[in-house]
């Protein structure tokens, strides 16, 4: 079984589904990951329900994963990169890497760290084998 990637996503309000989609293929791209191994696409549980979201993982197959706050702060020590103004309004550095981490589970280990589009971020998590996202 081949790995199994999940992909965490934070956005502006306002952020289109095209935006967000593109900005995940652009993450399983810089990997080299077909879209076949995407099991799971993260966000934080206030804004999984936004259209943008769920229409951008619709295009995958795939349901927005809501991440509580506190699984999002648990995954913290984590997250290798850090944004001021995330860590004031979520209280971790990066919320796409937090959630893609949170989702992937406690074994999982980031495979591409943030990358930003005008509107969105995206980081790629990668599932140990045999799991399944959370």
């Known amino acids: 079984m ?3 990637i999940v992909a965490g996503i934070g956005f502006r309000r306002g ?5 967000i989609a593109a900005l995940i293929a652009r993450a399983l791209g ?3 990951a077909p879209h076949a191994d ?3 696409i993260a ?3 206030d804004r999984a329900a936004e259209p943008s979201i769920r229409q951008a993982a619709s295009e995958f197959g795939l349901s927005p994963c809501p991440v509580e706050p506190a699984a999002l ?4 020590p984590n997250v290798v ?3 001021a103004r995330i860590e004031r309004l979520r209280g971790v550095g990066s919320l796409a890497e937090a959630a893609a981490l949170a989702a992937a589970g406690p074994e999982s280990r980031l495979a591409l760290p943030r990358i930003a589009s005008a509107g ?9 084998h045999n799991a399944r996202p959370a």
Do not use: K, N, P, V
């Not at 952020?15 to 935006?19: F, K, M």
């Not at 702060?73 to 913290?76: F, H, L, S, T, V």
């Not at 969105?120 to 140990?128: S, V």
């Open 2 to 4: 081949s790995d199994r």
């Open 15 to 19: 952020t289109g589904a095209d935006e």
């Open 30 to 32: 810089a990997i080299g």
């Open 38 to 40: 995407l099991a799971a």
């Open 43 to 45: 966000t934080a549980a």
């Open 73 to 76: 702060e648990a995954c913290d």
């Open 81 to 83: 990169t850090r944004s």
């Open 120 to 128: 969105a971020t995206c980081a790629l998590a990668i599932l140990q």
